[in-house]
């Protein structure tokens, strides 16, 4: 067993045992990737103040995201196709973030089903949906969500229709994947991944097939998910699904004041300042940079969160520094899925809350609800050098 000491080390072990389809899915951004890369090399621009002589000694991470009780500030992302990084792969994330004590957020574009997570937990998770024109879909998904339990649902507001991906182009990544003499070759030299698809009877979107409308199998998804998504959505349609969920609501893709106080009238309950990691507009703003206007904008109205680009427990709390009352990883926790299954999860969790928990002690604070932006030291032009 290799000594894994951080995200990084999960990544390389991830990127020998996942089919190269599903890795480059994960490990991609739009167009460039400019927005992609900035998410993760922006939080480098922002320096921590040490502290000396304090007590270090009680240190606590644990908080609340939506008045939820959590072991620290940190929830799992919503990502589409979780169970092809690894077989069963949102049941083992749930797993593995139930027992850590953070959120775990389902994609409505899961492989395993609102229904397959709920069996297989005991606790509530928080469903994520899209914004697509078939209110029948709309209504009975929340409606699912609400039998199974879910204790908040996430609306990403910022994926109308698809941003360009190269990578998923030329490797056939849709949905369904096509699978091409490539792919299939390189999918049989990961053994052990193999081995696990060959062993469930969950590989299509559970959430969409058999649920939505003229898609009874897998082959007529294709067509479905290319007609689904709602380009003319406004503030208004999402009004709409305010409605259709009376819980705690978030709403994720915010990375303009503006929008940020749009989604504070349509009665969130919290936003997640959030460029879809890179995957959608290229050449938008990191989300680290973007949260210091929202936060002036909307921060002492509703509950900001950040997502996108958080690698490490520093990340972490310069976000939280910077005023989020909670973060978001994705592709962090898919890289210790599909290095290591749900121990992998774990293990990325472990790591990110020893950073977290040590450089906050570092800083002078015993408490990261005392955590404030007087532990950082952040570039006068960070987030306003643009006319």
């Not at 067993?1 to 990084?8: F, L, Q």
């Not at 167009?31 to 320096?47: K, L, M, P, S």
Request: overall charge neutral; glycine content about 8%; aromatic content about 8%.
């Amino acid at each position: 067993m290799p000594v894994i000491t951080c995200v990084d080390d999960l990544k390389r072990i991830y990127k020998r045992r996942t089919p190269r389809m599903f890795y480059d899915y994960a490990e991609s951004g739009s167009w460039t990737e400019q927005t992609f890369r900035e998410n993760t090399t922006d939080f480098q621009d922002i320096h921590l103040r040490q502290r000396v002589a304090i007590d270090m000694s009680g240190r606590t991470t644990k908080s609340q995201m939506i008045g939820q009780d959590v072991s620290m500030p940190v929830a799992l992302a919503p990502v589409g196709l979780t169970g092809m990084q690894c077989a069963d792969g949102e049941i083992k994330a749930a797993r593995a973030a139930e027992k850590f004590g953070v959120p775990y957020t389902l994609s409505t574009m899961s492989i395993c089903s609102i229904e397959d997570v709920a069996e297989n937990t005991s606790k509530p998770f928080w469903l994520q949906v899209y914004t697509l024109k078939d209110d029948d879909f709309m209504q009975r998904l929340f409606d699912r969500a609400k039998a199974a339990k879910c204790s908040a649902a996430v609306i990403t507001v910022d994926l109308q229709m698809l941003g360009q991906r190269h990578k998923d182009l030329k490797n056939g990544l849709s949905a369904p994947p096509k699978l091409t003499i490539k792919s299939v070759a390189d999918m049989m030299t990961k053994v052990q991944w193999g081995l696990g698809m060959l062993g469930t009877k969950r590989r299509f979107f559970g959430n969409i097939v058999g649920h939505a409308k003229g898609v009874a199998d897998p082959s007529s998804l294709g067509d479905w998910t290319a007609q689904a998504f709602d380009d003319s959505l406004d503030w208004d349609r999402i009004r709409e699904f305010r409605k259709m969920w009376d819980g705690p609501l978030i709403i994720k893709g915010i990375i303009d004041p503006r929008d940020a106080v749009e989604a504070l009238n349509v009665g969130a309950d919290a936003i997640i300042v959030s460029n879809h990691g890179g995957r959608q507009l290229d050449g938008a703003l990191s989300s680290i940079r973007a949260l210091p206007q929202i936060m002036d904008a909307v921060g002492d109205k509703i509950e900001v969160h950040l997502d996108s680009g958080i690698r490490s427990g520093q990340d972490v709390l310069k976000a939280l520094a910077l005023g989020a009352k909670g973060t978001y990883i994705g592709r962090a926790y898919v890289y210790g899925l599909g290095a290591m299954g749900e121990a992998g999860v774990t293990k990325a969790l472990e790591l990110i809350h020893k950073e977290l928990e040590v450089s906050m002690a570092f800083c002078g604070h015993t408490d990261i609800n005392t955590v404030d932006r007087d532990i950082l030291m952040v570039p006068r032009d960070f987030s306003d050098r643009w006319q």
